[in-house]
């Protein structure tokens, strides 16, 4: 049962990352990638909803600090801007390692468009990463 798991993952990952390839043709959904790592690129990470939350910020740690979360969702998927942010603020949403990207991404559906979530993940006695994000954009 989990081979098959991993297998359909495998496979829902595949299909988003093809629809974000066919999509960077589109100016509309360039301009969407707004997080822009160190080097000045603008990395793009495509997550799964079951995604554990210290993946995803691992991820954007190697990506240079920032990325543009593609994940997913209903018929079609949502783009999170998240950038890494040093600042420690007690207002910052707390996380736990084992917080799954599908969760994090509701909670900064929940704030709506032009609001950036500040959150930090914590692990047992330490913090993990703490940054900002913003919805950027829903597409199909």
Known sequence: MADVDRREDVDLRERVTRLVYDNLSDRAFRQCLT?????????????????????LVR???????????????????VVV?????AQDDKDAGLLTPDCTAGVFVARVLADGAGNSYRFAVEGPGERRGTGRAELVALGR
């Open 35 to 55: 997080a822009t790592a160190e080097d000045g690129s603008r990395p793009i990470i495509v997550v799964l909803p079951a995604d554990p939350m210290l993946e």
């Open 59 to 77: 991820k954007v740690e190697a990506a240079g600090g920032a990325g543009n979360i593609v994940m997913p969702k209903a018929n079609g998927f």
């Open 81 to 85: 801007a998240v950038e890494r942010d």
